[in-house]
């Protein structure tokens, strides 16, 4: 076997694996989707004071405040209610005329005599152009998941990430949610709604039959790699 056959085998080769290959969605949310363990630490004795406060070492809580989020593995339940809807109609439409004409009446008798008063020149042009465009789009997320404070900025918002994962049979589904939230906006159930939620991303995948059926086959990406159409 020639060195050119065996190059050219290698080429196919290639090319097959890389239109089996099935390239995987990228990722909307990206980062930790929830708080790092803390370090163990050891509990100070409580002092015998009489007192009815007494800090402990997982931080002084105030007793006549509610039990908001602040601290970094707090919990947030973020209520999903997304629902964005936007249309766009295009409509272009331009025309243009144009006409000359010359006729030679009278010709003097030093011109040639291949010029005639019988040769007359009109011209005319047209020019039209229509162009129309429509476009719309109408989206609903709806649903409940309860994330964990992963960090707290500087000025106090709280940066939230969460996943929740459901198997059913041969199928699952998870949803990522990630963003910063102002504490002033977590309400006293200790839940905030996704419309007040700053950089947020929200991604809902699902593995198994349903994913499945929307991949295309390993054949048809083959062609459609090496199609120069």
Not at 54 to 69: I, K, V
Not at 94 to 117: M, Q
Not at 154 to 171: E, H, S, V, W, Y
Not at 211 to 223: A, I, K, P
Request: include cysteine.
């Amino acid at each position: 076997m020639s060195a050119r056959l065996l190059r050219y085998l290698a080429c196919l080769f290639v090319a097959v694996l890389h239109g089996c290959a099935m390239i995987p969605p990228e990722p909307v949310v990206t980062g930790p989707l929830s708080a790092p363990p803390p370090a163990p630490v050891v509990l100070p004795a409580a002092e015998v004071n009489g007192a009815i406060y007494q800090p402990t070492a997982y931080g002084s809580y105030p007793l006549f405040e509610d039990r908001r989020p602040r601290n970094v593995g707090d919990i947030v339940t973020v209520l999903i209610q997304e629902k964005t809807n936007a249309a766009k109609n295009v409509k272009t439409s331009t025309g243009r005329n144009g006409s000359a004409g010359f006729g030679a009446a009278l010709v003097p008798d030093f011109l040639p005599g291949a010029i005639s008063a019988k040769q007359d020149l009109d011209m005319s042009g047209k020019n039209e152009l229509e162009g129309k465009g429509s476009t719309s789009a109408d989206n609903m997320f709806a649903g409940t998941l309860t994330t964990t404070v992963v960090g707290v900025l500087p000025n106090g918002n709280l940066q939230i990430a969460g996943d929740k994962q459901i198997a059913i049979n041969r199928g699952s589904e998870h949803i990522r949610f990630s963003g910063v939230v102002d504490p002033r906006s977590v309400t006293g159930s200790n839940t905030v709604l996704s419309t007040q939620v700053a950089d947020a991303r929200i991604e809902f995948r699902s593995k198994g039959t349903m994913d499945e059926v929307q991949t295309m086959g390993w054949l048809q990406r083959f062609f459609l790699n090496v199609s120069p159409f």
